[in-house]
């Protein structure tokens, strides 16, 4: 994680802010990256990370694809899906 943490509700778009407020409530976690961030998942293997745009062309598409990618956690220790994250446990 690099970037000071950023709340859902600072997205600018609504249907993006009550998709990550809704796995903010799971313990997802957001930092500061880019535009926008980066959603960090709570799985003691960090199996998951997840850009965040802050200007998405399509917000909804946007929040449906953070939705499925957020859905998968936890992966399992061999799924090629954790490449995703660029953070192995080891
Ligand atoms: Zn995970």
């Known amino acids: 994680m690099v970037g000071r943490e950023v709340l859902p509700s600072e997205h600018p778009k609504k249907e993006v802010r009550q998709v990550l407020e809704k796995w903010?409530?799971?313990?997802?976690k957001i930092h500061k990256d880019g535009h926008l961030g980066?959603?960090?998942c709570?799985?003691?293997a960090r199996c998951t990370t997840i850009p965040v745009s802050g200007t998405p062309q399509n917000a909804s598409s946007h929040a449906r694809r953070i939705d499925r990618l957020?859905?998968?956690?936890p992966l399992p220790d061999d799924s090629?899906?954790?490449t995703l994250t660029g953070?192995?446990?080891h």
């Open 80 to 82: 090629p899906l954790r």
């Open 42 to 44: 709570p799985c003691e």
């Open 24 to 28: 903010a409530d799971q313990g997802w």
């Open 87 to 89: 953070k192995p446990r």
């Open 70 to 73: 957020a859905a998968r956690c």
């Open 38 to 40: 980066k959603l960090y």
